[in-house]
């Protein structure tokens, strides 16, 4: 059964499109279970009606029949979400007769649903002529079959190439919304540009061409290059492989023949296809072929020739043939967008970024964050290669894209923008005021930060300290350990540009989904795994270095703090102040003048929340990780998309956890503070107050409107709201509180980060 199923899999997989992939499914599902039908009925929601899009076995004549949702034995697999099977369908009470399928021949009956994301997309049956009980063995493939089909409709309706498309007129439907994680919070209405990766082909938009020759001409410039590198490196190899493997490379440059791939883009191009979407089309149909081979050795040919497009396309991007327009309102649209690809983007024309893949600490989202342009990423439902130059709205703070956007939704979303910007406008004159609630109860508001474009912007924001400077950025952006003299003339930018008010330096938190380029941490569960503090102190070579970095860096300002992430045991700060120990001391006799910087730690894991207090009488300050801590109480990746809807900081727990930690802190008279995404939410802001913070840390962007928020409420009004929020029994029903809370000071919905749908 394996073998049959993965058979399946694999030539489906390779299908060029997705009617392609049913049309192989019903011919192999029927084959491999000696079946007399193997159908497929796709769910169209706005007719609620099953439409029969692939057959083998029925009349050919019923391809594109429709069935009532509520009626038949289809539609009863759909609302049942399980398989159904029958000796003989013809007696059970759901059964309908429908003529144009000439089924009135069939009795035995299997039907599993199509379910992706908890929505029925259709239904996978086959039928028998006489009575037949299909096997435990034989529902089980089915359901796994259906459930790989699952992920191919949704990932052909994500690409542009569903089937459901042209029916159901979706290109019509409004507010249509895609959910992806939020990277970096704000509002932008704008036009999609997509921007293809150097050499990534999937997402090569097609595009028609101007100059049909002027591309042939390009295409033959990359291709000799690619032709001339692969030369070289196969004359290399040839002399330390001395084997066969370089044959390897005949076999490439045979590839490249006129006569082959080549010819064939240059056919393409002619017809009116640009360069790169030409050799897109060819090198797909030719991996197509490849991929479906039994022998495994052609079937690795695939792979050489997707790797030759690639370079090729590579050649061509740096030709320059990717002839980008940027509208005064531009989304950056990417698979995986990059750093470089934001700095294509002219600054004042770059509106959001969305990218399909990606991280919270890819080198774009901190970019991102630094610049304030609201990201979403990782929402893999994005059908973006069909929308270039399409309206869409990003909401950054809630990880949503929203396309054909009614006239109240728009309007809704422009009003956020407008008083967006009107923060940015009030930001110079709120810079110098306190953060101090109208029943003049004040808190600080500090800036997180990465990147030294930070320090001004922050200032100008009005921080008033640093609450959270993330040092392994600049280590990311590297390709080695950078050397303690590097790190001082870093961390001095920020120290400097910061001094008299403090700087908080968290140690080098690796680990997780922070990787560096030059030293990879490979694990199977790296959340749970070699993290931050336990990295470091497991490597003395290099926390010293950055300690004595720190301290250097300090000297004449003395506003530094060092903060540890990921500290699960109390022995842990007892060895990394040993180690502060002994770098000070080592400072010291080199010379330097300066104070032993007070040492804090982070709560970001559940066990310490527990022990906040005998923490809290270790050291000088401590800061909450809520990212994390959610993330760890929770137990949702932060960083998934697939359960984003889960991870939640308003959930009553979390805020449990959160009150349990400033209570310990206040017992033992130590400053507390937070500098997860939380602080930067008006609504966790005012929470967080209530519940006795001292410092809130957040990202620039959001230090004007915080302030603004805090300005305008009452501290008794923020009590108030906690007491009822810690009363509710989800993140929901705190949600409501906080947003009627809200409301009164006249605060929109969207402004919030964490207040997910
Ligand atoms: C956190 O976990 O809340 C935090 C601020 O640290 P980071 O986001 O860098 O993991
Ligand atoms: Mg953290």
New binding site residues.
């Given amino acids: 059964m394996l073998n049959s199923i993965r058979k399946i899999i694999q030539s489906v997989n390779a299908a060029k499109d997705l009617q392609t992939a049913l049309d192989l499914i019903v011919h192999q599902v029927r084959r491999s279970m000696r079946a007399d039908v193997c159908s497929v009925y796709l769910h169209f929601p706005q007719t609620n009606n099953f439409i029969l899009m692939a057959t083998e076995g029925l009349n050919q004549a019923a391809l594109k029949i429709a069935l009532s949702a509520d009626q038949g034995l289809v539609g009863l697999v759909a609302s049942r979400s399980e398989p159904i099977n029958l000796e003989d369908a013809a007696s059970h009470p759901n059964y309908r007769y429908i003529e144009a399928t000439g089924e009135e021949q069939f009795c035995g009956f299997l039907g599993v649903p199509i379910i992706h994301h908890r929505k029925v997309l259709g239904t996978l049956i086959i039928q028998q002529r006489c009575k037949r009980s299909f096997t435990e063995d034989e529902e089980a493939l089915l359901i796994t079959t259906s459930a790989q089909l699952a992920g191919i409709i949704a990932h052909a309706e994500a690409t542009g190439g569903g089937l459901r498309r042209d029916v159901l007129a979706d290109d019509q439907s409004i507010n249509i919304v895609y959910t992806g994680v939020s990277r970096s919070g704000g509002v932008a209405i704008g036009q999609v540009v997509i921007m293809a990766p150097p050499a990534d082909l999937e997402t090569v938009p097609d595009r028609p061409c101007v100059d049909p020759e002027q591309e042939v001409a390009a295409f033959q410039i990359a291709l000799n290059a690619v032709r001339r590198k692969i030369k070289v490196v196969g004359r290399t190899l040839a002399r330390i492989l001395k084997g066969q493997e370089h044959e390897l490379f005949e076999v490439y440059m045979r590839m490249l023949d006129d006569n082959a791939l080549a010819g064939e883009v240059i056919q393409h191009i002619r017809q009116g296809q640009w360069a790169q979407g030409a050799l897109r089309r060819v090198v797909e149909v030719h991996v197509t072929a490849f991929e479906i081979m039994d022998d495994p050795y052609l079937r690795e040919r695939a792979t050489d020739i997707r790797d030759l497009g690639r370079r090729v396309l590579a050649e061509l991007q740096q030709s320059g043939t990717q002839h980008l327009e940027f509208p005064a309102s531009t989304v950056l649209v990417a698979q995986e967008a990059s750093a470089a690809m934001l700095g294509e983007v002219p600054p004042h024309k770059l509106k959001a970024i969305v990218s399909i893949t990606g991280s919270s600490n890819s080198h774009a989202a901190i970019l991102a964050r630094s610049m304030g342009i609201p990201t979403v990423m990782g929402a893999v439902d994005f059908p973006y290669t069909r929308l270039e130059g399409k309206e869409v709205i990003i909401d950054g703070y809630n990880g949503h894209i929203y396309r054909n956007a009614s006239h109240e939704l728009r309007q809704h979303y422009q009003k956020i923008v407008a008083e967006e910007a009107s923060f940015v406008k009030e930001a110079t004159a709120l810079r110098d005021l306190p953060a101090m609630t109208l029943d003049q109860r004040s808190i600080s508001l500090f800036v997180?930060t990465s990147l030294p474009l930070d320090v001004p912007r922050s200032l100008d924001k009005g921080a008033e300290g640093v609450g959270?400077y993330?040092t392994e950025v600049p280590f990311m952006l590297k390709e080695h350990f950078p050397s303690e003299q590097e790190q001082v003339s870093c961390y001095r930018i920020y120290l400097q540009g910061f001094a008299p008010r403090p700087v908080i330096m968290r140690t080098l938190?690796i680990g997780g989904d922070k990787s560096l380029p030059y030293f990879p941490i490979e694990e199977d569960n790296p959340f749970l795994g070699w993290r931050g503090i336990r990295v470091t102190l497991d490597h003395p070579e290099i926390l010293l270095v950055q300690l004595r970095a720190m301290l250097k860096a300090s000297a004449g300002f003395n506003n530094l703090r060092i903060m540890l992430?990921m500290i699960t045991h109390i022995a842990e700060i007892e060895e990394a102040r040993h180690w502060l120990d002994q770098a000070y001391t080592e400072v010291i006799d080199e010379g330097y003048e300066l104070q032993r910087p007070p040492i804090g730690v982070?709560i970001?894991i559940p066990a310490t929340v527990y022990q906040a207090r005998q923490i809290a009488k270790k050291v000088d300050f401590i800061s909450v990780?809520?990212?994390?801590?959610t993330q760890y109480l929770l137990a949702v990746d932060r960083d998934n998309a697939q359960v984003a809807e889960l991870y939640h900081a308003y959930h009553p727990v979390v805020l449990a956890a959160l009150q349990h930690v400033a209570l310990a802190a206040k017992s033992v008279r130590i400053p507390v503070s937070i500098?997860?995404e939380l602080a930067g939410d008006p609504g966790g802001a005012l929470l967080l107050i209530a519940m006795g913070y001292d410092i809130l840390s957040m990202n620039s962007v959001n230090i004007p409107r915080i302030k603004s928020v805090i300005r305008n409420m009452h501290f008794s009004q923020a009590k108030t709201m906690l007491k009822l929020a810690m009363q509710q029994q989800d993140a929901s029903g705190v949600k409501k509180i906080v947003q009627q809370t809200l409301h009164k000071v006249g605060i929109t919905q969207a402004h919030s980060f964490v207040m997910r749908d």
Avoid at 625 to 629: E, F, R
């Fill in positions: 997180n959270l993330r938190d992430p982070m970001e990780g809520s990212n994390d801590l500098c997860g």
